[in-house]
């Protein structure tokens, strides 16, 4: 067991954990943050993407002791006091989700994406999006929903 | 479209269920926290077929934080076996165990179960426990189950063949003789497997005090799993609760009672303790439910301007090693329904189901998907041999507005459907008309284009005479029950599942409507066997007509005893000329409608804190139950049409328009429904182009993880163009046909009618799914 900190969303959070728990089970478990979802463990269907340094990465593929001097940033802190981002919002108005379980993955990779690439054409959207999985909707009200939401903020 | 005559049903309200999901503050079953719960891992099998010689657990009851390995002597004594017996001609009565005592029949079949204080350590010690194997010879196909001598997957089925139905009516021989040509074509679909992004999992908790289990658990069917749950752990139905709060989605992979759920209830009791389980992606796909993987052929007597005189059906289908369905019930229902929209009277099936050593088949999301790829692949196949337009073979055979209400040859009933509307409607949309010049163009560039029809004709809601008649035991009925508190919120429940599909959402807009209230004073509650009434839960398309139908009469009778009181409360005689709307009771006098001032908070307030006012007799409080049995079978309807590119180099398929025409009746929520419509096509087209699950001829299954498992990404679909073509159903009364499923039989059969139309001029057929590069690719080098 080790003990060691985490910054998750601007607070500081101590765990004590064995160093091969994965940052996808602190943050649920350890952190008490069951909104980063685990849909596959091997790095493939998206839904445990989370921000290191406002960067999208796999929690999934990360040991939390490895993410000590960084900062972590998962869905819950996207809606600032309780009132949804403009991408949660879109989705919303778009139906871009059905059981949500892939939602926030979504939400957490495109937050980041759409920072650099504010103005993405939807051949761009799919791209990005390829790298989640989402079982229920077939993609096309969250690729609406993501350009809605890039021209929101456009 | 005719002119609503509803005020909330049908409007496009975004979801209820939103605003949780999207922040992270949904309660999927691992988000659940629950103190001091254990955790189980599941020791499987590498081989498909062993006798288990014996599982040592020394070494891993050693181990640090590990508090119990049970194998399947242990659950025996706890739980009662399943036995799937249902009596139905030609079908074999099977049983399983809670986990296997004898034998594993499958690679990834559960032979002990760790509990131990994390998942992690739970994960350790399983790789510690020890268990003896002798190999015993596999059968990894429908051919080697039913090739003499092939090992029995099942001792006390008497060979591999578990079920074996025929039907005959008319005389389809003398049909054959009399045609011009009969037409014959295969089809084959591959083993799948549901693939919720949330795998399965559960969370049980015993109360050793009060003798009772709560299940949490993501299900499609609460009250049907309670019932399951109860019995086979010998507890009264009293004595346990499901709790079934988000589940991140099911596509009939959370219907089943599995043998590991069962084993960790069974180990919560036995421990004293809560014990929970999340399985990983690698055992879901292993081990939770397979689908599909089954082989048609048809035979079509048609006469040479392609009418159909006779059909002939033969489905084989690879069952898996255990049987948490009846073994038949799938491929029976595409033998019912095959000839769809289209005039036939001399039919016949058979079919066989046979037992490997794989996976256990279930229902995934459209059981009989494969029907209308069969069907309107049938009616290419007819237009191909005698060199007719595949549009005017469908126009000749499919039946006319007026030929409804229309009987298969099997008795199924088609009604309130319009196959020939939502046809045209496609095939002007995707300019069927101008097409063929298009395709001659891109021919001459070299390019190959292909566009392929299907009609859908999708039976989404089964009564309870359909289940009689099949020889099923179980109901198609569904309950809902309503409450109007005496603050006037109004409280429903009905006994589905939710897996994403906005019922929130809709069922308000539905007790709204027969409330007289506003939808966001409406709060619907599901998938708590304590809270909500005993229905049998969402399964086929049965929530968009059982449920709301259910919720619907229920509000109109809370609506009848509301404006009782109103009128007493006005000093009127009768009720007649009142109204509620949006909460507010209004009065009809000479055709104006007039403010009463009474609100529904008045009228609670009066039924439960003063019910000395109330009418004569009338009985206190607002507290509603209804049960509604639909009719045996509803059917909605649909046409799809598709457009692709195929790369002859490489194999390569590119969608380049899709359009579906729908009638699916009545309409809940327009975006739930569109919503319903992208993901089933989806799906649809994801199986038809990329998934397969695969074992090799030793019966290993070799598709253990998603790099192996391909499932379609966003760069894969096009986008879906939707004609909404929906009249209301007759039979239903909110007026509703069922969807959801739908999508997917007809995405698989228009992708793969447009591929072989882009494989014309190369002269081969593809017959197959996945229709994958590789496949295409070889179909094209035999040439
Ligand atoms: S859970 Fe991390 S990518 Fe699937
Ligand atoms: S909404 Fe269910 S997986 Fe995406």
Redesign the pocket.
Same mark, same amino acid.
């Given at each position: 067991m080790l003990e060691f900190e985490l910054n998750v969303n601007g607070e500081r959070h101590s765990v004590r954990a064995e160093p091969r728990k994965l940052l996808s089970d602190v943050l649920r478990e350890d952190c008490r943050l069951t909104g980063t979802h685990v849909g596959c463990e091997h790095g493939v269907c998206g839904a445990c993407t989370v921000l290191i340094d406002g960067q999208p990465a796999r929690a999934c593929l990360l040991y939390a002791v490895q993410m000590q001097d960084h900062e972590i940033t998962t869905i819950e802190a996207i809606a600032a006091g309780g009132r949804p981002g403009a991408l949660q919002q879109a989705l919303h108005e778009a139906h871009g /989700?059905?059981?949500?379980? &892939? #939602?926030a993955g979504i939400v957490m990779t495109f937050e980041a994406y759409l920072k650099e690439n504010p103005h993405p054409s939807e051949e761009e959207v799919r791209d990005v999006l390829s790298g989640n /999985? &989402?079982? &229920? #909707?077939g993609y096309q009200n969250i690729v609406a929903a993501i350009l809605k939401a890039a021209h929101a903020k456009a | 479209m005719p002119k609503p005559r509803f005020r909330h049903i049908g409007a496009a309200l975004p979801r209820k269920e939103d605003l949780r999901l999207l922040t992270g503050h949904g309660r999927y079953v691992d988000d659940i926290e629950i103190p001091g719960a254990l955790h189980a891992c599941f020791v499987r099998s590498p081989h498909p077929h062993a006798r288990i010689a014996g599982i040592d657990t020394k070494a891993a009851l050693s181990m640090p934080g590990v508090f119990a390995v049970f194998t399947g002597k242990d659950l025996a004594q706890w739980t009662t076996p399943l036995r799937m017996a249902p009596p139905i001609e030609g079908l074999h009565p099977v049983e399983m165990t809670t986990l296997p005592v004898d034998k594993v029949r499958f690679h990834g079949d559960p032979v002990a179960c760790v509990i131990a204080t994390s998942r992690y350590l739970a994960e350790d010690a399983a790789e510690q426990v020890e268990a003896d194997y002798e190999a015993l010879p596999a059968v990894a196909d429908f051919d080697q189950a039913l090739a003499p001598g092939a090992p029995l997957v099942d001792e006390s089925v008497p060979s591999n063949l578990v079920s074996r139905q025929a039907f005959t009516t008319g005389e389809v021989a003398a049909r054959k003789r009399e045609a011009h040509r009969v037409v014959e074509c295969t089809f084959s679909q591959q083993r799948m497997t549901h693939l919720?992004?949330e795998t399965r999992g559960c969370a049980a908790v015993w109360d050793e005090g009060r003798r009772h289990l709560t299940l949490h658990i993501g299900s499609q069917v609460p009250h049907p799993l309670r019932t399951q749950v109860a019995a086979r752990m010998r507890l009264s139905e009293s004595q346990v609760t499901i709790s079934s709060l988000d589940v991140?989605?099911g596509f009939g992979q959370k219907i089943a009672l599995y043998r590991e759920e069962l084993t960790v209830a069974a180990a919560s009791r036995q421990l004293k303790r809560p014990v929970r389980w999340r399985e990983d992606r690698m055992e879901n796909l292993l081990a939770a439910s397979h689908a599909r993987e089954d082989r048609c052929r048809t035979r079509a007597a048609v006469t040479k301007e392609g009418r159909l005189l006779g059909l002939e059906l033969q489905i084989e289908e690879d069952f898996g090693a255990y049987c948490f369905y009846p073994a038949n019930y799938l491929a029976r229902v595409v033998a019912m329904i095959l000839t769809g929209p289209y005039k036939v009277r001399d039919y016949a099936f058979e079919v066989k189901v046979a037992l490997t050593n794989k996976c256990g088949n279930g229902p995934m999301r459209a059981p009989m998907a494969i029907t209308s790829w069969v069907m309107e692949g049938t009616m290419d196949a007819i237009a191909r041999e005698l060199a007719l337009d595949p549009l005017e073979v469908r126009r000749l055979n499919m039946v006319e507005p007026g030929e409804l209400p229309y009987a298969m040859p099997t008795g199924e009933v088609i009604a309130d459907i319009t196959p020939r509307e939502t046809l045209e409607a496609a095939v002007k949309a995707i300019d069927y008309a101008g097409f063929r010049a298009r395709q001659a163009a891109a021919r001459r560039e070299g390019r190959y284009l292909g566009l392929g029809l299907c009609s859908v004709v999708e039976s989404t809601t089964y009564g309870s005479r359909f289940y009689k008649a099949a020889g099923i035991p179980g109901s198609g009925h569904e309950a809902a029950w309503l409450r109007i508190e005496p603050s006037g919120a109004v409280n429903a429940s009905v006994g589905l599942g939710p897996t994403?599909q906005g019922y929130e959402t809709a069922f308000a807009q539905v007790v709204a409507e027969g409330l007289g209230v506003e939808p966001a004073s409406v709060r619907v509650h599901m998938g708590n066997t304590d809270v909500a009434p005993y229905g049998m839960g969402s399964r086929g398309a049965r929530g968009g007509t059982a449920g709301s139908a259910t919720l619907f009469l229920c509000a109109r009778d809370a609506n009848e005893k509301v404006l009782a009181i109103a009128a007493k409360m006005l000093g009127f005689d009768s009720p007649e000329g009142l109204r509620m709307v949006d909460g507010r009771v209004e009065r009809e006098v000479l055709g104006e409608r007039i403010e009463t001032g009474i609100a529904l908070a008045q009228i609670a307030r009066t039924a439960y804190l003063d019910p000395t006012a109330l009418p004569a007799g009338m009985a206190p409080g607002l507290d509603f139950s209804k049960t509604y049995d639909p009719p045996p079978m509803t059917y909605s309807n649909a046409a799809h049409a598709c457009e692709v590119e195929l790369d002859p180099e490489t194999g390569a398929l590119r969608i380049l328009r899709y359009f579906v025409a729908e009638d699916c009746g009545t309409v809940l929520n327009p975006f739930v429904v569109e919503g319903q419509q992208h993901g089933a096509i989806a799906m649809g087209l994801s199986g038809a182009l990329l998934e397969h699950m695969r074992y090799d001829e030793h019966a290993q299954n070799i598709t253990g993880s998603l790099a192996d498992y391909l499932v379609a990404t966003a760069t894969d679909l096009p986008r879906f163009e939707i004609l909404a073509m929906h009249t209301p159903s007759r039979g239903n009364p909110v007026g509703t046909k069922g969807m959801a499923e739908g999508g997917v039989m007809g995405s698989i059969g228009a992708i793969a009618n447009a591929v072989n139309d882009a494989l014309a001029p190369f002269g081969v057929i593809a017959d197959r799914q996945p229709l994958s590069p590789d496949y295409l690719r070889s179909l094209l080098r035999s040439k």
């Open positions: /989700l059905q059981c949500g379980f &892939c #939602t /999985l &989402c079982r &229920c #909707t | 919720p992004v991140g989605g994403g």
